[in-house]
């Protein structure tokens, strides 16, 4: 190939692809997996806590396929992705309507929902069957909030992960040129679920939670991913 080309925020040109192909064609034995690791490595591409980007990685290497530039190994699990992306299994939940006032419901519990929590398997339930983009899998830097009303009764499901590379309206308004926002990206983060319950009919529920998210996230998403992330928000509103 000739020039250079920009793939997941990173510079590629000869030498990187042939990096790529060479490391290929010396393990042949090495899964995508192990090689999306070994090129974290001599990369050094990690996060702000350190770890490798193990999943950019992957997209990576995907995306020079897809374009013809390398030809990756076989799955070692081709079932692997139909089982990670079927539909989240039923738990068992009350969908009685909830109407009112907000004071009704206050105070709210905003909750993080931790991995192989109870609470997973219900925010991955709630937002499989009544998200009209549906969910199946959850992958990158991400944070997922479940808010319960003062009796505990779920009211909101929000889902916060890695912003998108390109939007172009977002970079406009911003007013982000390319370089600026390949530096910057990761200073943000992308609201890519949310959801007020169907049965839930309460006024200024919406808005008051999404408040609630822009007063915490930054300091859940340090303590989760290191210090770099340094989010600007337009609006803060105190949660109780």
């Known amino acids: 190939m000739t020039g250079i080309m920009v793939v997941q925020g990173r510079q590629l040109g000869a030498e990187e692809i042939g990096l790529i192909q060479g490391l290929m064609a010396e393990h042949c034995d090495w899964s995508r997996t192990r090689l999306s690791e070994e090129l974290c490595q001599r990369w050094d591409w990690r996060n702000a806590r350190g770890r490798i980007k193990d999943m950019a990685a992957r997209t990576l290497l995907l995306k020079l396929e897809r374009a013809g530039h390398i030809r990756l190994p076989q799955r070692l699990r081709k079932l692997a992705n139909g089982f990670r992306n079927r539909s989240a299994p039923l738990v068992a939940h009350e969908s009685v309507p909830i109407c009112g006032t907000l004071r009704d419901l206050r105070p709210l519990t ?41 009796t505990g009764r779920p009211v909101v499901c929000a889902l916060f992960g890695s912003a998108a590379w390109k939007c172009a309206a977002r970079d406009v308004w911003i007013g982000w040129d390319r370089d600026t926002r390949e530096a910057n990206l990761g200073l943000l983060t992308n609201n890519t679920r949310f959801l007020v319950l169907p049965w839930v009919e309460v006024p200024h529920l919406a808005s008051h939670t999404l408040a609630c998210f822009s007063g915490r996230i930054r300091a859940d998403w340090q303590e989760k991913y290191g210090p770099k992330f340094q989010p600007h928000f337009i609006h803060y509103h105190h949660c109780s």
């Open 110 to 150: 905003v909750s993080i929902v931790h991995p192989g929590s109870e609470d997973l398997r219900l925010f991955n339930c709630l937002l499989s069957h009544y998200h009209y983009l549906g969910h199946r899998n959850t992958v990158g830097e991400n944070i997922r909030y479940l808010v319960r009303d003062r």
